[in-house]
């Protein structure tokens, strides 16, 4: 007998958080073996019926080597749901890859983001539950239903929990960030600075200025992406040489790579919050300045609430306890 | 010379794309693939492709994964760039041995994964691992067996304090039915940690449901933007089928069979043998154009670990007694299938030199060290995946090159000649 109930299914990428929102949706993960074959392709077995269920993927991005394998199971297993007649599938993707090859800014530059849309889709994806787009933009290249949550309402709790907050001020490192910045510093009522910064090539910082006024105040750089940290570290130094009391720095996605916690230990930021979007356990040992905001909380709910045909706009503003 | 044409290669098999630019008389398609620090494909075309003829020569080899996501970006960039027709030249097929639902054929999991906890040491000639069944330990990918005893242990808590789901927003909503239900008769079992250790009975466990991913990964290029397939030797040739544009399927039986009359000492006297039932038709159609005998293996597949006698479960129809033996496949990937043919075709059918001929050496695994190990003689592939590593490794090894049947088929798409003059086997 059908029972449309949820069933939570998960890749290789972070099956960490998986469990963490299996947890708070009090089931179980499916009984399923997602490997690769000696040729190198990826296969999945199931081993639960999924006929006439509300099927949630979770799969996040591992940084590294198998990022594209991490895409490659993803999509295979919504095809896998899609042939095994799953009412409805969701891709819960916290971190969504390609998010930044979103525009065509060059003669011929692929818009990966659109192409993973439109594979998605194809597979078979009949919603998508994501975090913090890169560009908010993007939901416009899908057809199907895109709930943009945000990490916001966590973050918030953070800082008041975390910071003698009343003393900060909230930096956006880039002009791009500053909208997401603002919203931060108007919901504690604290002032904003802003960074400007020139970009001459992906993952490389040039000038970098500041507009505003930190001086004998705790700098709280917000992003929504921390990639080579290259920015963040650049921007630390920035905010130190105008006074600033302390550097640190709070993102959404972690992602950490090349060289990023070699660069964050010697910096002069205090503290790297990030959520945990993005597996980071094992980078956590070689860097003590590393801090976890759990988001686990708000994807569950996220997928109960979307099971159950509620709302999901609550959570645009609260963090699930 | 061929105009208005720009052919990209992607970074899995640059020699093909050379010798296919050279044979065209085309300088290559000037392209930048590399990865972001994050691990994401980063692809730069240099070359206008505006109102051009585009070929995306790629082949699904080595990090699968990657060179496929790397084909599927380059060929949306060039459709996105305005190119006047996208061509995806795969001259192996990623993912078309999973066009059907039982993977049955000599695929088997990385032995070294490091998801795959179960079974790593009982490693046998045949290390097609035993497919998992209901009752099998779960966690041959994720490892869900921990969490499974931790998540009954949080349902006992729970159960006992009401079995709210974690979540309180402060109305006064009833605890949302969440926790599964397996089976009909679960209404009947009070507790719920009955439901999280349900066991299915044996024999009427739920089958276990195997992806797909060949229709998925025709679906994928379709949706890229690809308006032309070329490939060669489809594992099914049904495959064909799964899209809705053309796709030209390339044969390398005519330089099999020119391998065969050329290079094998008296081949008339040879037999042709096909190693399973399904390349049967395959072997025979080379049997009948050379005019010569034909033996099958016939392979009964028992779920009981045996190791030397396995063997004898591998039947031979037809006599090679004193003859010299040709094993016709269309891949070789653990080659397990033409080893072991080799040894039954050796020991008990008394062939005096064994040779195999498959279009596909994709040789993963231990692939190359068995065939050095076997009874195998000659094993003569195409360079349809890159070959110079494997070349190195073994000295058993026949390349055979496809580059100028790729080459020919590009030229005649490109000008709308017909191409079946390629099929043609003389």
């Not at chain 1, 069933?7 to 499916?30: C, F, Q, Y």
């Not at chain 1, 993973?116 to 416009?140: E, F, P, R, V, Y």
């Not at chain 1, 905010?239 to 302390?246: D, F, H, K, T, V």
Request: hydrophobic letters at 40%; aromatic letters at 4%.
């Amino acid at each position: 007998m059908a029972t449309n109930s949820i069933k939570l299914l998960t890749g290789n990428s972070h099956p960490e958080l998986a469990k963490k929102v299996a947890e708070r949706l009090g089931i179980d993960l499916l009984d399923m073996s997602v490997f690769k074959y000696s040729n190198q392709e990826t296969s999945v077995i199931m081993r639960e019926s999924v006929r006439d269920e509300d099927v949630f993927i979770l799969q996040s991005t591992k940084p590294g080597e198998e990022l594209n394998d991490g895409l490659m199971e993803l999509l295979i297993i919504i095809k896998a749901c899609k042939t095994a007649s799953a009412r409805r599938i969701t891709a819960v993707m916290p971190n969504y890859p390609y998010a930044r090859q979103d525009k065509k800014d060059k003669s011929r530059a692929p818009i990966s983001a659109k192409l993973l849309a439109n594979m998605l889709q194809k597979a078979g994806c009949n919603h998508i539950i994501t975090m913090d787009l890169h560009a908010s933009q993007i939901q416009g290249f899908f057809d199907v239903p895109v709930d943009n949550l945000y990490a916001e309402p966590s973050t918030l709790r953070y800082i008041r929990e975390n910071f003698d907050y009343k003393n900060a001020v909230i930096v956006s490192p880039d002009a791009g960030g500053a909208k997401r910045a603002t919203a931060l510093a108007d919901r504690l009522d604290l002032n904003f600075a802003l960074i400007h910064k020139e970009r001459s090539r992906p993952n490389e910082v040039s000038r970098m200025t500041l507009v505003g006024d930190v001086a004998g105040k705790i700098a709280i750089l917000v992003d929504d992406m921390a990639d080579t940290c290259g920015t963040l570290v650049k921007a630390a130094d920035v905010l130190m040489a105008s006074g600033a009391r302390e550097v640190v720095a709070i993102v959404t996605h972690g992602i950490l790579s090349g060289s990023a916690c070699e660069k964050i230990n010697s910096s002069k930021l205090s503290k790297v919050v990030v959520t945990n979007t993005v597996p980071h356990e094992e980078k956590k040992k070689g860097c003590a300045k590393l801090e976890t905001i759990d988001i686990a909380p708000t994807l569950a709910e996220a997928c109960r609430r979307t099971h159950n045909g509620e709302s999901v706009s609550f959570l645009f503003s609260h963090a699930p306890v | 010379m061929v105009r208005n044409i720009v052919v990209l290669g992607g970074s899995s098999h640059p020699d093909l794309v050379n010798t296919v630019c050279h044979l065209l008389g085309i300088p290559n398609g000037r392209i930048t693939l590399s990865k972001f620090a994050v691990g994401e494909t980063r692809v730069e075309i240099q070359d206008s492709v505006r109102g051009k003829d585009v070929f995306v020569i790629q082949s699904g080899c080595g990090r699968v994964n990657d060179h496929l996501v790397e084909l599927l970006i380059t060929i949306s960039a060039c459709k996105t760039a305005s190119a006047k027709r996208v061509t995806a030249v795969l001259p192996h097929f990623p993912y078309s041995r999973q066009s059907d639902i039982p993977y049955n054929k000599t695929g088997a999991p990385l032995s070294k994964s490091p998801t795959f906890n179960g079974g790593k040491n009982d490693f046998t000639f045949e290390s097609r691992p035993g497919t998992p069944g209901p009752m099998d330990s779960p966690g041959l990918g994720v490892s869900h067996g921990g969490l499974e005893k931790e998540l009954s242990r949080i349902a006992l808590d729970r159960g006992a304090d009401g079995g709210v789901n974690g979540v309180d927003r402060g109305k006064s909503h009833p605890p949302t039915p969440l926790r599964r239900t397996n089976t009909a008769d679960s209404s009947s079992v009070s507790s719920s940690v009955n439901a999280n250790e349900w066991v299915p009975p044996k024999g009427t466990g739920y089958k276990q449901w195997v992806a797909q991913a060949g229709t998925l990964v025709a679906d994928l290029l379709t949706c890229a933007g690809a308006d032309h397939i070329i490939t060669m030797d489809l594992h099914d040739p049904q495959y064909q089928g799964f899209f809705d544009i053309p796709v030209d399927n390339l044969y390398g039986r005519p330089l099999l069979q020119r391998y065969i009359k050329y290079n094998i000492p008296d081949y008339q006297n040879a037999v042709i043998v096909s190693p399973d039932a399904g390349g049967a038709k395959r072997a025979t159609a080379i049997a009948d154009a050379l005019g010569m005998e034909f033996a099958l293996i016939h392979k009964e597949r028992r779920p009981t670990r045996i190791t030397d006698r396995q063997n004898a479960t591998m039947m031979l129809v037809g006599d090679i007694v004193g003859k010299v033996a040709i094993l016709v496949d269309d891949m070789a990937d653990t080659s397990n299938t033409i080893t072991r043919a080799a040894k039954l075709l050796k020991g008990k059918g008394g062939a005096t030199r064994v040779y195999a001929l498959v279009t596909h050496g994709v040789f993963s695994g231990d692939a190359i060290d068995r065939i050095n190990a076997s009874a195998l003689d000659k094993v003569i592939t195409t360079n349809s995946v890159p070959q110079d590593q494997h070349k190195r490794l073994c000295d058993k090894l026949v390349v055979l090159d496809v580059g100028e049947v790729f080459a020919e088929a590009i030229r005649r798409v490109h000008h709308g000649e017909s191409i079946s003059v390629l099929f043609r086997n003389d």
